[in-house]
T-cell receptor
């Protein structure tokens, strides 16, 4: 069975400092992993995805994530936070090659302090 | 034009009323999904459909029903709305395999 745990419900960083949003997953199959961002009163936008190619995945807006199978983690990072990064972030896992269902974490709310 | 559209975008209704939320997509995907989002709970799957003749219950299907009228259309109905169905509802689509889900803009529903 698949599940996703986002280890922090809220993260607060100062503008210009690094961002780390943590995600652990469990999966019986070779998973696909995704990070989505949701800005206030907006829909979900794909930041990046891992689908069994390179373990370090680069996404939009300077974000990247590293798939670590031994740690069952897929943490999202960004070297320098911008005010526009303030949003809700969701880690998502789907199973193997069929991608039958997508399992969402409960979300991490990122606050960026000026 | 947006690839995944949802109507209405906002809706206020009263307890006991029947309401339908509609989703249309132009991505040509076979798979469509309905989720609800509640603060602190992330997105939870209500129903999903892998093609026109395939409908499956998700994690929280009680109180909801769906209809897949065509490949491009997937509707969610609340037969008798109740206040705890107040939430933000998202439709999504995906292709087969290791692919991304694409989300609509959401429908904000308030049940009084």
């Amino acid at each position: 069975a698949q599940s996703v745990t986002q280890l922090d419900s809220h993260v607060s960083v100062s503008e210009g400092t690094p961002v780390l949003l943590r995600c652990n997953y469990s999966s019986s199959y070779s998973p696909s992993l995704f990070w989505y961002v949701q800005h206030p009163n907006k829909g979900l936008q794909l930041l990046l995805k891992y689908t069994s190619a390179a373990t370090l995945v680069k996404g939009i807006n300077g974000f990247e994530a590293e798939f670590k199978k031994s740690e069952t983690s897929f943490h999202l990072t960004k070297p320098s936070a911008h005010m526009s990064d303030a949003a809700e972030y969701f880690c998502v896992v789907s199973e193997g090659d069929t991608g039958n269902q997508f399992y969402f974490g409960t979300g991490t709310s990122l606050t960026v302090i000026p | 034009d947006a690839d995944v559209t949802q109507t209405p975008r906002n809706r206020i209704t009263k307890t006991g009323k029947r309401i339908m939320l509609e989703c249309s997509q132009t991505k040509g995907h076979d798979r469509m999904y309905w989720y609800r989002q509640d603060p602190g709970l992330g997105l939870r799957l209500i129903y999903y459909s892998f093609d026109v003749k395939d409908i499956n219950k998700g994690e929280i299907s009680d109180g909801y029903s769906v209809s897949r009228q065509a490949q491009a259309k997937f509707s969610l109905s609340l037969e008798s709305a109740i206040p705890n169905q107040t939430a933000l509802y998202f439709c999504a689509t995906s292709d087969y395999g290791r692919t991304t889900q694409y989300f609509g803009p959401g429908t904000r529903l308030l049940v009084l």
